[in-house]
């Protein structure tokens, strides 16, 4: 565990860092009885995140009280970030900026459909400019989004660009301080539960947890299952955003108090695309709990954590967490797939 002086420092940064208030917090903590007794597991526990808000739910929306903080402390006027066409940072980021009084503009990965669907329909409705790229000049996105700030400079805007997912050092404050969240949680409802899982698609989600975890002297290990690239490629880039963070905030935790651990081989055909297997555990959860997960993200690494729980994995325990970090939108546009599923059984 960190020494004292490190984790008074890191509350205290916490303290003074510019921060918006844009979720519902807490969000609530409740146990999956019903499934986790029907699957033979120990008690599942769902932290809802995806009810931080309506329109701008999610886990993003932790990460941007703080990004979106810095940004109004910077005088921004127009926020420009990136995703894929169904990209739930960018709807929520296009949903605040429309709260806040900001323009907001979106460079998405993809074509667009007509009409739009999901989360690209919430984006259009709350007036988010949008450009559409393809995946192949998405490698080249630093300079798209320098080109776009430049060409906003030259209007009078004050621009502020927000990497993918709001993954930087300063959106990582986010899921730092859901882990004191979360400890208050325990405490309240009685358990110290041994695991916690989450998706991982850019790796803020992830960061700020294992950070956090060692911030507020938490024992529950973090585990995070990996919707798109592999266990690799999130090692480099969370590790990444901790150095980032590191020299931002001067606050030395060393790597090895920091374990990253990636469950690999829940990606599927690819990011965005799910197996049938995938929409029959949205529709178990969905009629045993009522609680609805996205193809996406929330929906295989729950998959994930349930095969290798399936497998004998964490079972030496009473009691896990899932973050349920949100992303129902991106349920909508892949409405047909429940059509080969059981859906109609
Ligand atoms: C619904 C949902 N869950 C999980 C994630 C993964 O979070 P992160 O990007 O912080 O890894 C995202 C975004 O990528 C998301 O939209």
């Known amino acids: ?50 009810l931080t808000d309506t329109a701008a739910s999610g886990n993003k929306l932790r990460k941007l009280e703080f990004v979106l903080g810095h ?14 066409i169904q990209s739930n940072h960018c709807r929520a980021t296009a949903v605040v900026a429309s709260q806040l009084g900001l323009k907001c503009h979106l460079i998405l990965r993809g074509k667009p459909t007509n009409p739009a669907d999901g989360n690209l329909l919430l984006d259009e409705l709350v007036g ?19 080109d776009l700030a430049n060409e906003y400079r030259q209007l009078g805007e004050v621009p502020y660009a927000i990497p993918v997912g709001a993954s930087d050092e300063i959106g990582l404050w986010g899921y730092i ?27 803020g989600t992830a ?41 931002r905030y001067g606050i030395e935790i060393a790597n ?40 996406v993200y929330t929906a295989k690494a729950f998959y994930g954590m349930l095969t290798e729980l399936n497998k004998g994995r964490f079972t030496d325990c009473e009691d896990i967490i899932f973050i349920h970090t949100g992303g129902i939108f991106g349920l909508f546009p892949q409405k047909e797939q429940f059509t080969n599923s059981s859906l109609t059984q």
């Open 1 to 50: 565990m960190l020494s004292d002086h490190v984790s008074k420092l890191a509350l205290a940064i916490a303290n003074q860092i510019p921060r918006i208030s844009l979720a519902r917090l807490p969000t609530p903590l409740v146990p999956l009885r019903r499934f986790s007794k029907k699957h033979n597991t120990p008690t599942i526990w769902l932290k809802r995140d995806d």
């Open 71 to 84: 940004a109004l402390a910077e005088g921004a006027t127009t926020i420009i970030t990136c995703g894929g």
């Open 128 to 146: 988010a400019k949008i450009t559409f790229i393809d995946t192949s000049m998405f490698s080249n996105i630093d300079q798209i989004f320098t």
């Open 177 to 203: 301080d859901a882990i004191r969240e979360l400890k208050i949680d325990f405490d309240t409802v009685g358990i110290q539960p041994k695991y916690l899982f989450s998706a991982t698609g850019s790796g």
């Open 207 to 247: 960061g700020g947890l294992i950070l956090g975890r060692q911030i507020y002297g938490l024992p529950t290990e973090i585990y995070s299952v990996n919707v798109c690239d592999d266990e690799a490629y999130f090692i480099n880039k969370i590790s990444d955003d901790f150095s980032a963070w590191r020299q």
């Open 256 to 295: 090895d108090q920091l374990p990253i651990n990636i469950l690999d081989g829940y990606v599927g055909p690819g990011y965005g695309k799910a197996e049938p297997k995938i929409f029959d555990l949205i529709q178990d959860l969905a009629r045993t709990e009522g609680m609805i997960l996205d193809p």
